[in-house]
Nanobody, 126 residues
Framework: QVQLVESGGGLVQVGGSLRLSCTASERSIADYAMGWFRQAPGKSREVISYITWNGGNTYYPDSVKGRFTVSRDNAKNTVYLRMNSLKPEDTGVYYC???????????????????WGQGTQVTVSS
């Protein structure tokens, strides 16, 4: 089992920045690909970043590309999401997810992940 806990969410003004953290417990995530997802009110959960098990490759949808940066520190069993130039449409609950996977194709669907955190709220106000 992998237990994931997100932190770092909060209320921020348009144009501001936040850094989210996702810390794993129970076992190491060094062999796990990690994704960050966002769920806005009334919408389905969507991927906003992905990072391979070794941090060698990442993926971002166009909606956040150039503004968000995912990174990981396997020694700390933690994945980060740096979010800059935040917009009101970035508001939502942010979830991290983990899957034991070393393939080349990014995992960008919710059903591709077994382990999920409880989410952290990000609200961008104008």
């Amino acid at each position: 089992q992998v237990q994931l806990v997100e932190s770092g969410g909060g209320l921020v003004q348009v144009g501001g920045s936040l850094r989210l953290s996702c810390t794993a417990s129970e076992r190491s995530i060094a062999d796990y690909a990690m994704g960050w997802f966002r769920q806005a009110p009334g919408k389905s959960r969507e991927v906003i970043s992905y990072i391979t098990w070794n941090g060698g490759n990442t993926y971002y949808p166009d909606s956040v590309k150039g503004r968000f940066t995912v990174s990981r520190d396997n020694a700390k069993n933690t994945v980060y999401l740096r979010m800059n130039s935040l917009k009101p449409e970035d508001t939502g609950v942010y979830y991290c997810a983990a899957e034991e996977y070393s393939g080349a194709v990014p995992l960008i669907k919710t059903y591709e992940y077994r382990y999920w955190g409880q989410g952290t709220q990000v609200t961008v106000s104008s």
